[in-house]
């Protein structure tokens, strides 16, 4: 039987070993549009027209050397202020990995930027001016990647050269930030790395300023740091996108097809596996598993399948396939950490549409708790609102109840967006806490 998505586009479909995603993010000037210019020069990625055309531009320093910046600064303030205003996504790869890096600003102003770009990375690169130190945006960012649940963290102190590679000042800098990062429990993984942007220094190829460091340069560790089980393998969650009716005229036999297509947030899923549908709570079992490609023994996160169950139940989009071992929480009481986004500030009582994986629900904002003081990374309880870029903890009501995980176990179930309703403004990113008891079905003795 041909394959029922044969006539749909491509699902993306990235191995968690073949493809990292990380940002790269710190303070204003601190040279991180030049860091991914000299990681996609120096590893041969451009084209040449794109040399041609960085070689032709008008930002050419009086030494004649190229501005690496302008290969994600394309915006002409940018450069014209010589800084990064929103997020460029640049895709390169070497024979050992794929990559998608996003540009992240620096400046406080575009905190939300920043949070936008990192959402989805696998790692983070924060960057440290060495003359500057540590300071306040250091430890935003990098309580930003924490709060993002982001697992892996490199601190790149950038422009060694002009502290004559004190060996010193990076220890200096070194234990600074790792005084704090106690604090931030969810980091488990953190690289120090000194390096020169601008010159390539330990980014691409090793320097021999810095005989004293024994560790990879930049690209070495993105090529190698292990980042296959950062997915929640353990509990099957898989959000229904779209329900695959092919009705196909050429091919007769997927008369009666009906799959659930969507992309799998969590776990692995086999052919004969018990599952339950919620919100439901009915129990069936998983007949087939379908990709563009044909069919599957099994699926793990975060391919992009269509799965046949063997019951004709009534799913639609928005509900969730999970297994029978792990439940997610069924509330539509919510407690979350959010990201401030909208020059109008959030106070209580304000209400939102919610996007949640694949469906939108409407909800209120029944209480603001704390506001994070991102110099101590203390809350301050009871806040009268949440202003631009304010990260701070709430609490919302839905319309109608979400099947969710807590953020720090699964980033996919656990986050979402509050859209304002008339303007359609994306006003706060959000991270739900995890839910106070899982979902009990109540139609369990009712499996068909």
Avoid at 203 to 214: A, C, D, G, K, L
């Amino acid at each position: 039987m041909p394959s029922p998505t044969a006539d749909l586009p491509s699902p993306t479909r990235p191995h968690p070993v073949d493809l990292l995603r990380f940002n790269t993010c710190g303070s204003v000037d601190d040279g991180k549009s030049t860091l991914i210019g000299r990681l996609l020069y120096d590893s041969k990625n451009l084209m040449e027209d794109q040399i041609e055309a960085l070689e032709r531009s008008a930002d050419i320093t009086g030494g004649g050397q190229i501005n690496l910046a302008n290969l994600t600064d394309g915006l002409r303030a940018e450069r014209e202020q010589g800084i990064t205003i929103d997020v460029a996504y640049r895709y390169f790869a070497t024979p050992r990995r794929k990559f998608i890096v996003a540009d992240t600003p620096g400046h406080v102003q575009y905190t939300r930027n920043m949070v936008t770009g990192a959402s989805t990375a696998n790692l983070s690169v924060v960057l440290v001016d060495a003359r500057q130190g540590v300071i306040e945006q250091t430890r935003r960012h990098t309580f930003i990647a924490a709060m993002l649940g982001i697992p892996h963290l490199v601190i790149a102190v950038n422009k060694m050269d002009l502290v004559d590679w004190d060996e010193e000042r990076f220890l200096q800098i070194r234990d600074e930030v790792e005084s704090f990062l106690p604090r931030l429990d969810v980091l488990k993984d953190v690289k120090f790395i000194p390096l020169s942007a601008l010159h390539g220094d330990n980014v691409v190829r090793t320097s021999e300023h810095t005989p004293w460091y024994q560790g990879p340069n930049l690209l070495g560790h993105l090529e190698t740091v292990h980042i296959a089980s950062d997915w929640d393998l353990s509990a099957l969650r898989f959000p229904v996108q779209w329900v695959n009716r092919p009705n196909n005229p050429t091919h007769k036999e997927l008369h009666d097809f009906r799959g659930l297509s969507g992309q799998m947030a969590g776990g692995i899923v086999r052919t004969g596996q018990p599952v339950i549908v919620m919100p439901g709570g009915l129990q069936t079992k998983v007949k087939e598993i379908w990709t563009l490609d044909g069919q599957l023994d099994e699926a793990f996160c975060p391919q992009s399948v269509t799965l046949v169950l063997e019951d004709d139940l009534d799913v639609s989009r928005g509900d969730m396939i999970v297994g029978t071992d792990s439940l997610p929480g069924l509330s539509s009481e919510l407690s979350a950490r959010v990201c401030w986004m909208h020059q109008r500030p959030l106070q209580a009582g304000r209400k939102y549409y919610l996007k949640h994986g694949a469906q939108t629900v409407q909800c209120a904002v029944t209480h603001l708790e704390s506001r994070i003081n991102l110099d101590s990374f203390e809350p301050e309880p009871a806040p009268a609102e949440l202003a631009l870029n304010d990260i701070g903890d709430i609490r919302l009501r839905t319309g109608r109840s979400l099947i969710f995980d807590g953020y720090r176990s699964n980033r996919l179930t656990g986050s979402f967006i509050l859209v304002e309703p008339g303007s359609n403004a994306t006003v706060a990113a959000g991270m739900l806490a995890a839910p106070v008891s899982a979902f009990t079905p109540d139609f369990a003795e009712f499996t068909i």
